[in-house]
């Protein structure tokens, strides 16, 4: 909270500062969340060909009262992959087999969608999706 209180040349000569006014209504500091967290890129349970898994956890802070309202993913190159909600998981697929890939997130608040700031990056997942298995031989 805070109050206000009126100078002028005269207040500052005799050392009073006048009538200060209410209280004001709480005030919560608001900006953007901090890193989500824990990165992790994967292949999925089945071993897709052309597919990785990535998930992260939340900030260790919001940023604003009304917490997270979503993620941006983006390539190792900064290249914006997806625009989320609230979620702490996507699938990459369509990927080469055999390259190498690296994902980062960032997450978003109300405060960040508003003013286009965003989170500082998650760190950088690289993993390596596979192929498809040979055929059999002989």
Known sequence: TFRVAARNDATDSIGSEGTRSAASASITASGPPTAPQNMLAALDEFETPGKLVLTWSAPSSSGAPSGITGYNVYQSTG?????????????VTGLTPGVQYGYFTRARNAVSDTVGT????STVAYATPVGAPDAPTG
Do not use: E, F, I, R
């Open 79 to 91: 290249t914006l992959v997806a625009t989320l909600g609230n979620v702490l998981t996507y699938d």
């Open 118 to 121: 965003h989170s500082a990056d």
